[in-house]
């Protein structure tokens, strides 16, 4: 099989969106988010999408100094592709989301293209007990948040990342926010070829329907044709569905506990490796292979993992 043909499995492993008290199996502290990314990378993830949090009270937490204290330790037992968030919190600002991606110049990072509404706060039909005044908190304010990623935003973290020979992993919510990435290839802001992850089930973006996934799968081909490498992500129950409907057809996929708790119906998922071989079955089992991190920084054209800062 071509290398070109092989499947990238990238692994959020903890996120911003959910809250501690959701699940125990969240990993929290450095040495959790660490032994988890890890333990995903061994499962079969080719890229692990890094949050950092608080390591008290489980607050997400972008400053650089959070994030030092687990990337050393991934890359010294691990050649995983490292993918650090400029997306942080919604309710962040740009300068403080890019902090840790600008410091330690990772081979990927994260952009979303585009504002939208970010509600969270349909989770609060499903949870109710809360160990930290935080949680509740945030998930009620997402009534009124708006994730902001302006035009001016997105050539912020593009300048202030791109002369580090960082690249991108383009998060789209709607299909405006492909337009607006076309936007950005069109002035040579961006360059080829484009990891885009294509992201469903948040409330404020596009949903969870198969056409809703079809409809962003074919925008991008007519935006991007042969210079884009397709991924998809799924929010909670939609998470394996979409993955692997998209697999199937060829395209790149992400799991994790940042975009899902769950294993199953009713059943949490005890770990961010645990979602990493459940869709490796599914691939494998359509006949699909899966990349290694190697594989990956070929494929993404990536600068390799002994040029970051970390």
């Given amino acids: 099989m071509a290398i070109s043909r092989k ?53 997400p937490d972008q400053s650089p100094e959070a994030f030092g ?17 400029t997306g942080g919190a919604p309710s962040m600002t740009v300068a403080e989301r890019v902090k840790p991606a600008a410091h330690f110049q990772p081979e990927l990072a994260s952009l979303n293209m585009g504002s939208m509404n970010f509600g969270l706060f349909p989770m609060l039909k499903r949870f109710k007990n809360f160990d930290h ?29 791109s002369a580090s020979g960082t690249r991108f992993e383009f998060e789209c919510y709607d299909t405006a926010h492909l337009y607006n ?61 979409i993955a692997a409907t998209a697999a199937a057809i060829g395209g790149n996929v992400r799991v994790g506990l940042e975009d899902s708790l769950w294993s199953g119906p009713g059943r949490l998922s005890v770990s961010n490796a645990e979602q990493v071989k459940n869709i490796r079955q599914i691939i494998e089992g359509l006949g699909l292979s899966i990349a290694t991190p190697d594989e990956a920084r070929a494929i993404l054209h990536l600068k390799g993992r002994d040029s970051v800062n970390f």
Avoid at 71 to 80: A, E, R, T
Avoid at 213 to 227: C, I, P, Q, S, Y
């Fill in 181 to 241: 990435l076309a936007h950005f290839l069109e002035r040579g802001l961006v360059r080829a070829p484009l990891f885009v992850q294509t992201v469903f089930g948040i409330l404020g973006g596009i949903g969870t329907h198969p056409d809703d996934v079809m409809h962003m799968k074919r925008t991008a081909d007519r935006l991007f044709g042969d210079h884009y490498l397709w991924s998809v992500l799924g929010a909670g129950k939609s998470q394996f569905p």
């Fill in 133 to 161: 005044d935080w949680e509740q908190t945030v998930l009620e304010n997402s009534r009124d948040l708006v994730f902001r990623n302006t035009f001016k935003d997105i050539e912020f973290v593009l300048e202030t990342l």
């Fill in 7 to 59: 499947i990238i499995v990238t692994c959020a492993v903890t996120g911003a969106i959910h809250t501690p008290s959701m699940s125990p199996h969240l990993p929290v502290t450095p040495e959790e988010i660490a032994k988890s990314a890890i333990e995903a990378a061994e499962a079969g993830a080719s890229i692990v999408h890094l949050h950092a949090r608080n390591p008290e009270n489980g607050r």
């Fill in 69 to 85: 204290r687990f990337l050393g330790h991934i890359k010294q037992n691990s050649d995983v592709i490292i993918n650090l968030t």
